[in-house]
Nanobody, 115 residues
Framework: QVQLVESGGGLVQAGGSLRLSCEIS????????MGWYRQAPGKERELVAR???????NYADSVKGRFTISRDNAKNTVYLQMDNLKPEDTAAYYC?????????WGQGTQVTVSS
């Protein structure tokens, strides 16, 4: 049974950085299938970062140049490095496959950016 556990969120001032972690257990798919999503209050959940074919990565325009997705296959962990954070990055962040599977949603980790 696949379980995804996100961690690393918190409260940070605008311009600050955070690194989120997503620990994967029971994985039977390529770690390259993973991505990071976020959901702000009153908004739909959106995909912000993902792995693509080979070693390429893709990002939402709103985070491009500020967020970096990476992975550690040995640790079954996916990371999201977030730099130059903005108040509009405030959201609950989740990892999941791309496209997502409903049964894989975890609790997420809250990121709050103060101005």
């Amino acid at each position: 049974q696949v379980q995804l556990v996100e961690s690393g969120g918190g409260l940070v001032q605008a311009g600050g950085s955070l690194r989120l972690s997503c620990e994967i257990s029971g994985r039977r798919f390529s770690i390259n299938a993973m991505g990071w999503y976020r959901q702000a209050p009153g908004k739909e959940r959106e995909l912000v970062a993902r792995f693509s074919s080979g070693d390429t990565t893709n990002y939402a325009d709103s985070v491009k140049g500020r967020f970096t997705i990476s992975r550690d296959n040995a640790k079954n962990t996916v990371y999201l490095q977030m730099d130059n954070l903005k108040p509009e990055d405030t959201a609950a962040y989740y990892c999941n496959t791309v496209p997502f599977l409903i049964q894989y949603w975890g609790q997420g980790t809250q990121v709050t950016v103060s101005s």
